[in-house]
Protein backbone atom coordinates (compact mmCIF):
# COMPACT_ATOMS: atom_id res chain seq x y z
CA UNK A 1 0.00 0.00 0.00
CA UNK A 2 1.17 3.41 -0.55
CA UNK A 3 2.20 5.69 2.41
CA UNK A 4 0.60 8.91 3.04
CA UNK A 5 3.14 11.89 2.34
CA UNK A 6 2.44 13.75 5.43
CA UNK A 7 2.60 17.20 5.10
CA UNK A 8 6.51 17.83 6.50
CA UNK A 9 7.58 14.67 4.32
CA UNK A 10 5.65 16.73 1.14
CA UNK A 11 7.14 20.08 2.53
CA UNK A 12 10.64 18.16 2.89
CA UNK A 13 10.05 17.21 -0.88
CA UNK A 14 9.43 20.43 -2.11
CA UNK A 15 12.49 22.12 -0.61
CA UNK A 16 14.88 20.14 -2.08
CA UNK A 17 15.95 20.30 -5.91
CA UNK A 18 17.62 17.44 -6.83
CA UNK A 19 16.72 13.03 -5.72
CA UNK A 20 19.19 10.18 -6.70
CA UNK A 21 16.86 8.00 -8.77
CA UNK A 22 18.00 4.10 -8.04
CA UNK A 23 16.72 1.51 -10.45
CA UNK A 24 18.19 -2.39 -11.36
CA UNK A 25 18.22 -4.61 -14.12
CA UNK A 26 17.13 -7.70 -14.70
CA UNK A 27 20.47 -9.23 -13.79
CA UNK A 28 19.90 -7.17 -10.19
CA UNK A 29 23.19 -4.68 -11.51
CA UNK A 30 22.53 -1.02 -9.37
CA UNK A 31 22.21 2.08 -10.89
CA UNK A 32 21.74 5.37 -9.60
CA UNK A 33 21.54 8.76 -10.65
CA UNK A 34 20.81 12.31 -10.24
CA UNK A 35 17.28 14.04 -11.15
CA UNK A 36 14.76 16.73 -11.34
CA UNK A 37 11.23 15.48 -9.55
CA UNK A 38 7.84 16.42 -9.03
CA UNK A 39 5.46 15.24 -6.34
CA UNK A 40 1.90 14.11 -7.14
CA UNK A 41 -0.01 12.12 -4.08
CA UNK A 42 1.66 8.62 -4.05
CA UNK A 43 3.37 9.01 -7.35
CA UNK A 44 7.28 11.03 -8.10
CA UNK A 45 7.35 11.81 -11.43
CA UNK A 46 11.25 12.38 -13.25
CA UNK A 47 11.29 12.84 -16.63
CA UNK A 48 13.48 12.03 -19.65
CA UNK A 49 14.72 15.25 -20.53
CA UNK A 50 16.66 17.23 -23.92
CA UNK A 51 19.87 17.37 -21.76
CA UNK A 52 22.75 16.20 -23.72
CA UNK A 53 23.10 12.19 -23.74
CA UNK A 54 24.43 9.84 -26.03
CA UNK A 55 21.76 10.21 -29.12
CA UNK A 56 19.69 7.19 -30.22
CA UNK A 57 20.48 5.06 -26.98
CA UNK A 58 18.18 4.04 -24.39
CA UNK A 59 19.18 5.28 -21.23
CA UNK A 60 19.77 2.58 -18.91
CA UNK A 61 17.36 3.86 -16.13
CA UNK A 62 14.80 3.63 -18.72
CA UNK A 63 15.88 -0.20 -19.85
CA UNK A 64 15.96 -1.06 -16.06
CA UNK A 65 12.29 0.07 -15.41
CA UNK A 66 11.55 -1.12 -18.43
CA UNK A 67 12.71 -4.55 -16.88
CA UNK A 68 12.13 -4.32 -13.51
CA UNK A 69 9.41 -1.95 -12.65
CA UNK A 70 11.07 -1.02 -9.77
CA UNK A 71 13.18 2.16 -8.18
CA UNK A 72 14.13 3.99 -5.82
CA UNK A 73 14.56 7.82 -4.95
CA UNK A 74 16.81 9.42 -1.69
CA UNK A 75 16.40 12.69 -1.33
CA UNK A 76 18.83 14.35 0.87
CA UNK A 77 19.76 17.61 2.97
CA UNK A 78 23.65 18.22 3.89
CA UNK A 79 24.42 20.96 6.05
CA UNK A 80 27.63 21.48 8.07
CA UNK A 81 25.60 21.42 11.08
CA UNK A 82 25.17 17.92 11.70
CA UNK A 83 21.81 18.57 13.42
CA UNK A 84 19.90 19.39 10.24
CA UNK A 85 21.31 16.57 8.35
CA UNK A 86 18.35 14.37 6.94
CA UNK A 87 16.86 12.11 3.50
CA UNK A 88 13.67 10.33 2.91
CA UNK A 89 13.66 7.26 0.77
CA UNK A 90 10.98 6.48 -1.62
CA UNK A 91 10.63 2.99 -3.10
CA UNK A 92 8.11 1.41 -5.29
CA UNK A 93 6.88 -0.25 -8.32
CA UNK A 94 7.85 2.32 -11.22
CA UNK A 95 6.35 2.88 -15.12
CA UNK A 96 7.08 5.02 -18.19
CA UNK A 97 4.27 7.51 -18.91
CA UNK A 98 4.15 7.71 -22.30
CA UNK A 99 3.44 11.32 -24.38
CA UNK A 100 0.12 11.62 -24.47
CA UNK A 101 -0.97 9.98 -21.90
CA UNK A 102 -3.16 12.07 -19.39
CA UNK A 103 -0.95 11.32 -16.24
CA UNK A 104 1.77 12.44 -18.22
CA UNK A 105 0.04 15.55 -19.47
CA UNK A 106 -0.20 16.02 -15.67
CA UNK A 107 3.30 15.63 -14.58
CA UNK A 108 4.51 17.64 -17.61
CA UNK A 109 2.68 20.80 -15.88
CA UNK A 110 3.88 19.97 -12.08
CA UNK A 111 7.63 19.69 -13.32
CA UNK A 112 7.27 22.83 -15.71
CA UNK A 113 5.99 24.37 -12.38
CA UNK A 114 8.79 23.18 -10.10
CA UNK A 115 11.68 24.18 -12.64
CA UNK A 116 11.68 26.93 -15.07
CA UNK A 117 14.33 25.33 -17.16
CA UNK A 118 11.85 22.82 -18.54
CA UNK A 119 9.71 25.74 -20.09
CA UNK A 120 11.26 25.56 -22.90
CA UNK A 121 11.95 22.02 -23.07
CA UNK A 122 9.41 19.78 -25.25
CA UNK A 123 8.92 17.13 -22.28
CA UNK A 124 5.11 16.43 -23.92
CA UNK A 125 7.32 14.30 -26.74
CA UNK A 126 9.13 12.43 -23.89
CA UNK A 127 8.38 9.91 -21.32
CA UNK A 128 8.29 9.91 -18.12
CA UNK A 129 9.05 7.76 -15.13
CA UNK A 130 6.20 7.55 -12.39
CA UNK A 131 7.21 5.55 -9.06
CA UNK A 132 4.15 4.64 -7.24
CA UNK A 133 5.10 5.35 -3.65
CA UNK A 134 4.88 1.44 -1.75
CA UNK A 135 7.35 2.50 1.19
CA UNK A 136 8.62 5.53 2.94
CA UNK A 137 11.68 5.75 5.13
CA UNK A 138 12.81 8.62 6.76
CA UNK A 139 16.42 9.32 8.66
CA UNK A 140 17.12 12.94 10.61
CA UNK A 141 15.31 16.15 10.24
CA UNK A 142 13.05 17.08 8.07
CA UNK A 143 11.72 20.45 8.59
Avoid at 8 to 34: D, I, K, M, N
Avoid at 69 to 87: C, F, M, N, Q, S
Avoid at 107 to 124: G, H, K, N
Wanted: aromatic share 6%; glycine share 6%; with cysteine.
Amino acid sequence: MPRELDEELRAFLECQRVGHLATVSRAGEPYVVPVCYAVSEGTIYTPIDEKPKRPGAVLRRVRNVLETGRAALVVDRYDEDWTRLGWVLLRGSAELLPPGAPEHAQAVSLLRRRYRQYQTMRLEERPIIALRIERVATWGTLH
